[in-house]
């Protein structure tokens, strides 16, 4: 019964409740002691929908695909992979930002937008092939209604009549969106809604895929919106502007991870935040 429901972003098909809760609770614990507050393991909840993402085992199954620039397809994918190359040439001086000679076939162009993103802190320590899986799991969440529904449903599956607090990082920020705009009234709790890394403001890729783009989610009694400024994910800053003046917005400095979910939790202002949320 669980008064905190965390719900992950990309990235964690090898995942599940139970690891994400091993692995993320002492984070969450962290940041609310940060700020002034304590919980117990029963509290939390880590529902996991990467398993979705990950292919079904079979005997003598090829390796994993070992991802390139030429696997980034036209339309989405690309369209992404473009507006994370532009957000982070504005964040980080280190990336080459794109020009009009970049834009070529996909293949030409998504390479030159790798190579430059490699400079980045953003994409320290991934290896580009882990990178491009990233995309096409956030690809697959928008154009696959299995994918996308299921996403969601792990994540209310996991909403209790104790839960007070729902979080979502990255991806997991627009499942937790979708979750509470689309659930019947009366169906959870209200609850206070804290984003993390959000790409909520991504107009046409994000925002405008979104069943009610703009819309404040009706089950959210209050919403706390925190982002790093070098956060490429976080391609617009500011939810202020889309969804309302109501946001807490809040910046916050992660530093050489500046996406990465345990910064985050263990920040004081996310702990406030969900600290004030379970009062």
């Known amino acids: 019964m669980s008064k905190i429901v ?9 995942e599940g409740a139970h690891t994400l ?27 996991c929908y990467g398993h ?23 339309g989405f994918e690309a369209d992404l992979l473009y507006a994370l190359w532009e957000r982070a040439a504005e964040s980080d001086r280190r990336v080459l930002p794109p020009s009009e000679e970049s834009l070529l076939r996909t293949p030409v162009w998504a390479k030159r ?5 490699s400079r980045s802190a953003f994409l320290s320590g991934i290896a580009e092939r882990a990178f491009i899986a990233d995309l096409k799991q956030v690809s697959a969440y928008f154009s696959d209604p299995g994918v996308r529904q299921g996403a969601v449903a792990e ?4 909403i209790t009549p104790r839960t007070r607090v729902l979080v979502g990082h990255s991806l997991g920020s627009v499942v937790a969106y979708e ?8 169906e959870i709790p209200p609850v206070a809604l804290v984003t993390l890394g959000s790409p909520l403001g991504l107009r046409r890729l994000v925002h405008d895929r979104l069943p009610r783009p703009g ?14 400024a070098a956060d490429v994910v976080a391609v617009v800053e500011d939810l202020r502007p889309l969804y309302g003046g ?7 400095h992660n530093g050489a991870h500046a996406h990465d979910m345990a910064p985050y939790l263990t920040d004081a202002a996310t702990g406030r935040a969900i600290a004030e949320g379970l009062v």
């Open 6 to 14: 965390v719900v992950h972003g990309i990235g964690q098909q090898n």
């Open 179 to 186: 979750l509470l705009c689309t659930a019947s009234p009366g």
């Open 52 to 74: 979705l993402f990950r292919p079904e085992a079979e005997v003598l199954s090829p390796a994993p695909p070992r991802y390139g620039a030429a696997d980034v397809t036209e």
């Open 215 to 228: 819309a404040w989610p009706d089950g959210a009694a209050s919403w706390t919106n925190i982002a790093d």
């Open 246 to 252: 109501r946001i807490t917005q809040i910046r916050v």
């Open 113 to 117: 937008a790798l190579a430059a993103m």
């Open 21 to 47: 809760h091993s692995r993320l609770f002492p984070f969450l614990k962290q940041g609310l002691a940060y700020g002034g507050s304590d919980i117990s393991p029963e509290d939390a909840a880590f529902p």
């Open 155 to 158: 994540a209310r599956a996991a």
